[in-house]
């Protein structure tokens, strides 16, 4: 969902549901996407990953089977320790402690409310942590992994309702299983045959290891994962009593970093011209929430 750090961003593929692979390669080619196309259109079932909440978030989900969640669970847990590992190596884990106690405790007000959406979530393995960089970012990986940047810190300045914003946002993404989603979107578009290989063992995990990263980090989020994790992030916010309204503010901070570049945090989180007012009219809805919860 987010750019990695020490590493340089690939352009975003297109995106698809489960859908079946084409090509106008050889026949034997021809005849291997259609076997692979029948397969993972049978695998293809809707799931329901949370509950709808006070902002009604109920659009029915599909995932195909040949990717579980426990395959996903073990490559995020792979990723991000490979992530953390690399980041301290540079010195660049938790450089501030203040900043890390101030992200942790932000942190752990949004986590205590997630049963609200999925009661399991409450038993991830979460973690948080900080990891210097200049890059205005922040995510959360399945299961409940969490970094932010130092640049969103540092650049962004958000007041803690802000900073509950980026990271309720990005819990939500985790809590919708947004990557595990847009992987069986992929093994039906471009990445479709590395996936299966990776699945039916002909290519071993490499492949599924190498999607979930291009998943994680390099694609950007469609509009209904926009939407949904907007919409998930606020209300988690407004229940651990920060004022969802600061999401407006955020947004408008994050637009004013343009300059020669737009922040890598909205290159993976695209934006629209609609997505302000949209978050106007969901923190209003939400108001009675925060107001008994602060």
């Known amino acids: 969902?987010?750019?990695?750090?020490?590493?340089?961003?690939?352009?975003?593929?297109?995106?698809?549901?489960?859908?079946?692979?084409?090509?106008?390669?050889?026949?034997?080619?021809?005849?291997?996407?259609?076997?692979?196309?029948?397969?993972?259109?049978?695998?293809?079932?809707?799931?329901?990953?949370?509950?709808?909440g006070a902002v009604g978030v109920d659009r029915k989900q599909y995932v195909t089977s040949l990717i579980s969640p426990q395959q996903v669970e073990q490559e995020a847990a792979q990723t991000y320790a490979a992530v953390m590992g690399e980041a301290r190596a540079h010195g660049a884990l938790n450089p501030d402690p203040q900043q890390t106690q101030r992200v942790r405790r932000i942190?752990?007000?949004?986590?205590?409310?997630?049963?609200?959406?999925?009661?399991?979530?409450?038993?991830?393995?979460?973690?948080?942590?900080?990891?210097?960089?200049?890059?205005?970012?922040?995510?959360?990986?399945?299961?409940?992994?969490?970094?932010?940047?130092?640049?969103?810190?540092?650049?962004?300045?958000?007041?803690?309702?802000?900073?509950?914003?980026?990271?309720?946002?990005e819990i939500a993404h985790a809590l919708r299983e947004h990557t595990r989603e847009q992987m069986s979107q992929q093994l039906g578009a471009g990445l479709g045959l590395s996936v299966l290989g990776a699945i039916t063992g002909s290519r071993d995990a490499v492949e599924m290891g190498n999607t979930f990263t291009q998943v994680m980090f390099q694609l950007p989020n469609s509009r209904e994962f926009e939407n949904e994790a907007d919409a998930i992030g606020l209300e988690l916010a407004a229940r651990a009593g920060y004022d969802p309204r600061a999401a407006?503010?955020?947004?408008?901070?994050?637009?004013?970093?343009?300059?020669?570049?737009?922040?890598?945090?909205?290159?993976?989180?695209?934006?629209?011209?609609?997505?302000?007012?949209?978050?106007?009219?969901?923190?209003?809805?939400?108001?009675?929430?925060?107001?008994a919860n602060r």
């Open 1 to 52: 969902m987010h750019a990695m750090p020490f590493a340089e961003e690939s352009p975003p593929e297109p995106r698809t549901r489960c859908a079946a692979p084409t090509s106008r390669a050889w026949p034997w080619l021809r005849a291997t996407v259609a076997g692979a196309s029948l397969l993972v259109m049978v695998a293809c079932a809707p799931v329901q990953t949370t509950q709808s």
């Open 107 to 169: 942190a752990e007000r949004l986590i205590a409310q997630v049963p609200a959406f999925r009661a399991d979530a409450a038993n991830w393995q979460w973690q948080v942590n900080v990891i210097e960089s200049d890059q205005v970012n922040a995510w959360c990986m399945p299961g409940g992994r969490i970094a932010v940047y130092t640049g969103m810190l540092e650049r962004i300045q958000p007041t803690d309702a802000e900073l509950a914003a980026v990271i309720g946002h």
């Open 248 to 291: 407006v503010s955020l947004w408008r901070k994050m637009a004013a970093q343009g300059g020669g570049g737009q922040p890598e945090f909205l290159s993976t989180h695209p934006s629209s011209s609609t997505r302000i007012a949209n978050l106007q009219q969901m923190s209003e809805r939400l108001m009675p929430v925060y107001l």
